[in-house]
C-alpha cells in the first residue's frame, strides 16, 4: 500500500526576492523632498518681495507641512498623499496671489462684492490738516497689509477688515510719534498687543500697535518724531511689524495717503 504511494514532488527551495532599484517608497519621498524645497524657496521669494500674498502662502504651507495624524499613525499612512495635499494647497494660494496681483485697485479692495466696512470704519483715506512724520526710521520697513477686507492672516475662516497698514520691520526698531500730541492710551490688548494711541490736534489720533515695549505713558505729552517704543510682536500678529493707524472723529481711516506724504 505504501509502496504503490505516488512520490510526493520535491519542493523547491524559496528563491529570495529581487530588490529593486528604487522602491515606490524612496520614489514618493524623493518627490516630497523635490516639492518642498521648492515650495519653502517660492515662499521665500515672495516674502523678500513684499507680496501682499505672503501670509496667505505661509498659512497654507504650514497647513501642507502639518497634515493630520491618521496620515502618519493610521493604516492609511502614505507619502504620496502628503505630497499632493502639500502641492493643492501652495497652487491654490499661487493662483490666490496672481489674482490679487492682476487686480485693479477697485476689485482689490472689494472683492466679489465684499460688503461695507464696519460702523468704526470708513473706506476713503483722510489726511490730518498738520503734517505727519513717518512712524518707523527711513529705509527700515515695508508695507505688508494694507487697509480695508483681507483674509483673515491668524488662520480663521473668511475676511476681516483691517483698520490699518501693517510696516514691517524688524523687532527693537524705533517707533516713532508721528505728530505733537498727548499720550491717551499707553497698555495691553488682546488684539494689538502692547500699543499706544495718541491724541492730536482737533481731535485726530494715531494709533500704534504689536509693540514690544512702551517708553512713554498715557497723559505724557509727546513730540513729533519722538521715540515711543520699538516694534514687536505681541498680541495677534504673525511677525515683527507696526500696526499704524488713523482715527478722525473717532472713526478709522486708510492711512496710506497719510503715510505716503509723510516718507
Known sequence: MWENAAPMPEQESPKPPVRRAKSEEELVLWAQ??????????????????????????????????????????EERSLLKFTEQAAEDLTGAARSMWEDFTATPETARRPHSQPAPPAYAKEE?????????????????????GYGWRTDPMGGLGTDFHIGNDLAAAEGTPVLA?????????????SYGSYLRLLHADGDETLYAHMQYLFVKAGETVTAGQILGTVGETGNATGPHLHFEILHKGLRYDPAQALQNAS
Do not use: W
Open 33 to 74: 523632498l523635490l516639492i518642498s524645497l521648492a515650495a519653502v524657496g517660492f515662499v521665500l521669494a515672495v516674502r523678500v518681495l513684499g507680496l501682499p500674498a505672503y501670509p496667505a502662502l505661509r498659512r497654507a504651507f504650514a497647513a501642507a507641512m502639518q497634515p493630520e495624524q491618521s496620515r502618519f499613525l493610521g
Open 125 to 145: 483715506s483722510y489726511t490730518p490738516d498738520f503734517a505727519l512724520c513717518f512712524p518707523l526710521p527711513e529705509s527700515t520697513s515695508r508695507k505688508t497689509s
Open 178 to 190: 508721528a505728530a505733537d500730541g498727548v499720550v491717551r492710551i499707553a497698555g495691553s490688548h488682546k
